[in-house]
């Protein structure tokens, strides 16, 4: 959790309303969960009509997004264009490059690099199939965690308030297939248990995907990387467990270069 001063106290030397804005951002980030101006008010120890302007502010900026259905709030689609600069320069991202290289190139199939961004999972490196067909590049696309590989790995491992947070509300209902509240923890104890996850046209019928976490030098799952295709080839019985082991090597070599003294870290 982000350390936010008690009762509204700004940090001292900082500009008070920059200041609140700025916690406002951490207290979104720290959980996929939206917030409304209530409950921003009363983590945050500021006034609700105080909130309520800066939201606003943030709000005009792209910084934050009001949800179509609720009146509450999630980081915007702004901090993304901010953040490109930083992308490149993110050592999960450059350790990543040669290690998702070489997983497409043994896996035959795309390579996606994620971290967490609230309720989603931005990929932050992409590596097309190796082949000759025509493919999207997706650095900067957000994928839903709870019904991606990639979200469900790095879940597996963070912090039980974050997956708590997640499930307070109804999880988003993206095909047949979306795993419901209860079954996502059912399964997110099944990764811990094998070390990767896999999903089955869960957000989108025919692709499927296979991923493993990315732990830090303080054992933190920081991202996750991981395997996308067709549900008939990435889902084959054939394949399944030689993607898994490519997958599981690829997490763990990117692992040992941030610093991870094993793979993966269990609680």
């Known amino acids: 959790m982000p350390n936010v001063p008690a009762k509204g106290k700004a940090r001292r030397g900082t500009i008070q309303s920059v200041d609140r804005a700025a916690r406002i951002l951490e207290t979104l980030a720290s959980g ?6 209530t409950e921003l008010a009363q983590r945050l120890g500021l006034p609700p009509p105080t909130v309520h302007g800066l939201l606003q502010t943030l709000q005009a900026h792209g910084f934050v997004e009001q949800g179509r259905d609720s009146d ?23 350790r990543s490059i040669v290690h998702a290289d070489r997983l497409a ?11 967490q961004h609230g309720s989603s999972v931005i990929v932050v490196h992409h590596v097309f199939r190796p082949d000759t067909t025509l493919q999207i590049l997706e650095v900067g696309a957000q ?4 019904a991606s590989a990639l979200g469900k790995a790095i879940l597996a491992f963070a912090p039980g308030e974050v997956v708590a947070d997640l499930v307070a509300e109804p999880l988003p209902k993206l095909t047949g297939r979306t795993l419901t509240a209860r079954a996502l923890g059912d399964e997110l104890a099944a990764i811990r248990e094998r070390g990767f996850a896999r999903e089955r046209d869960e957000a989108v019928l025919g692709e499927s995907s296979v991923a493993g976490p990315i732990f830090d030098h303080a054992g933190h799952a920081v991202g996750a990387i991981g395997v996308v295709g067709d549900t008939e ?3 084959a019985r054939g394949r399944a467990k030689g993607l898994a082991a490519a997958v599981s090597e690829a997490a763990r ?7 991870a003294s094993r793979w993966p870290v269990l609680g």
Not at 32 to 37: C, D, E, M, S
Not at 105 to 115: I, L, M, T, Y
Not at 143 to 146: A, E, F, K, T
Not at 253 to 259: K, M, N, P, V
Request: aromatic share 4%; proline share 4%; no cysteine.
């Open 32 to 37: 996929p969960r939206r917030l409304g101006v």
């Open 72 to 94: 509450k709030y999630q980081l915007g689609a702004g901090l993304l264009h901010l953040g490109n600069s930083y992308l490149d320069l993110n050592e999960l991202r450059s």
């Open 105 to 115: 190139a043994r896996a035959d199939a795309a390579v996606r690099v994620g971290v």
């Open 143 to 146: 994928l839903p965690i709870h």
């Open 233 to 235: 080839r990435i889902g």
């Open 253 to 259: 070599g990117i692992s040992r270069e941030l610093g």
